[in-house]
Each structure stands twice: as structure tokens, then as C-alpha cells.
T-cell receptor, first 115, second 112 residues
Framework: DVKVTQSSRYLVKRTGEKVFLECVQDMDHENMFWYRQDPGLGLRLIYFSYDVKMKEKGDIPEGYSVSREKKERFSLILESASTNQTSMYLC??????????????FGQGTRLTVV | AQSVTQLGSHVSVSEGALVLLRCNYSSSVPPYLFWYVQYPNQGLQLLLKYTTGATLVKGINGFEAEFKKSETSFHLTKPSAHMSDAAEYFCAPTTGRRALTFGSGTRLQVQP
């Protein structure tokens, strides 16, 4: 059974803290993605990675960075957390990007609250 | 650039009634189209997808969708709603970009 695992389901952090959200997939997928989900806005792409140490900005990268040192792991970093980053964060992975019709597999999500 | 519109952020139907969730995309190039479902407190899972070939696509749990190029639509239907269908549904077309672009979602409520 394919799996994308996010390290935490719920997190509460203070404003100004550096926050790490971790995601691991066991499917040997090349592509990995971070989305944030807010009511009425759907899923918005923050960053994605199509190979180890490679990354591309999505639609809303401001205030975030990412790290992909190993193929199976993709980390989202909030350099200095702010209250407007309170959201649900979803990690996903898929096979190599040349297959545009490839399904993305999602983790369970991390609900982050910044106080 | 690809964009997607899901008409109706909330849809409510009675158990046993027809479910119709609307999705329109904008693109000059026929896309690949996906529908995902998100049950409460869970991630997204694939419901069905259109790539090429037959324009009527069947998915899991009795859902199906029809790709209509002339209308740039990919509406999701199910003949008879079940209580377990209550969830949020996302349409996601893709063309040249590696990452999926998602609609704003439609929350389906099923009344007993």
C-alpha cells in the first residue's frame, strides 16, 4: 500500500518560531509537493521538487523554504512563523513529471496553528 | 495558464438523490483532468481521472465524470447519493505544469 507520511497531524507554534514540517514517501517517487489548504481557496502550491536537491517555487512561496536531501523526504520550513501561516499543510508525491497524467498521492495533512 | 472553476462551494442533496458537482477549466490545450475527494480530517485521494480515449470516466464509489471539450467541463456525477459520500471534492486539470492546480473545492452534504 502506497504511503505518504507527514510527521505531525497537529502542531501549535509561536509567532517567530522556525517550524519544520516533514514528509516521507515510500513509493520511490521523483516528484514531491507541498500545498496549503484554506477554506474557500482550495489547495495552493507552495513548492515542489522533481529531484533530490531540486526545487521550484509554486504559487505562494513567500515565507517558506524547502529541503530535499533524500529522494523519499521533503521538508517544508517556515523561517519565522506568522499567524497568517495558520493552515492545513498537505504533502504529496507522484512519479516523474514527464507523465502529466500521473496521480498524486497525499499525506494526511498537518494542521498548523501559529499563536 | 490553466485555471479551474468549481461552481458551488457547498452542495446539499438528500440520500438517494443525484449528485452533480460542476467543474469548468480554461485551457486552449485539452488537459488531463482529475477529481479528488477529501473525507474529514484526511488527505486527498483520487476519485477518477481522464487522460485520453473514452470521455466518460468511471471512478470509485459509483462516481463518474464526462469530459466535454466543447464546454470545457468535467462534471462529476453519482446517480444515488449515500451518507458516506459527504466530503469535499476537488477538480484538478493539468497541462504543461508538473504540479496539479486545484479548484476551490465543493463540500457535499448528504441529508438523511
Amino acid at each position: 500500500d502506497v504511503k505518504v507520511t507527514q510527521s505531525s497531524r497537529y502542531l501549535v507554534k509561536r509567532t517567530g518560531e522556525k517550524v519544520f514540517l516533514e514528509c516521507v514517501q515510500d513509493m520511490d517517487h521523483e516528484n514531491m509537493f507541498w500545498y496549503r489548504q484554506d477554506p474557500g481557496l482550495g489547495l495552493r502550491l507552495i513548492y515542489f521538487s522533481y529531484d533530490v536537491k531540486m526545487k521550484e517555487k509554486g504559487d505562494i512561496p513567500e515565507g517558506y523554504s524547502v529541503s530535499r536531501e533524500k529522494k523519499e523526504r521533503f521538508s517544508l520550513i517556515l523561517e519565522s512563523a506568522s499567524t497568517n501561516q495558520t493552515s492545513m499543510y498537505l504533502c504529496a508525491s507522484s512519479l516523474r513529471s514527464s507523465r502529466l497524467n500521473t496521480e498524486a498521492f497525499f499525506g494526511q495533512g498537518t494542521r498548523l496553528t501559529v499563536v | 495558464a490553466q485555471s479551474v472553476t468549481q461552481l458551488g462551494s457547498h452542495v446539499s442533496v438528500s440520500e438517494g438523490a443525484l449528485v452533480l458537482l460542476r467543474c469548468n477549466y480554461s485551457s486552449s490545450v485539452p488537459p488531463y483532468l482529475f477529481w479528488y475527494v477529501q473525507y474529514p480530517n484526511q488527505g486527498l485521494q483520487l476519485l477518477l481521472k481522464y487522460t485520453t480515449g473514452a470521455t466518460l470516466v468511471k471512478g470509485i464509489n459509483g462516481f463518474e465524470a464526462e469530459f466535454k471539450k466543447s464546454e470545457t467541463s468535467f462534471h462529476l456525477t453519482k446517480p444515488s447519493a449515500h451518507m458516506s459520500d459527504a466530503a469535499e471534492y476537488f477538480c484538478a486539470p493539468t497541462t504543461g505544469r508538473r504540479a496539479l492546480t486545484f479548484g476551490s473545492g465543493t463540500r457535499l452534504q448528504v441529508q438523511p
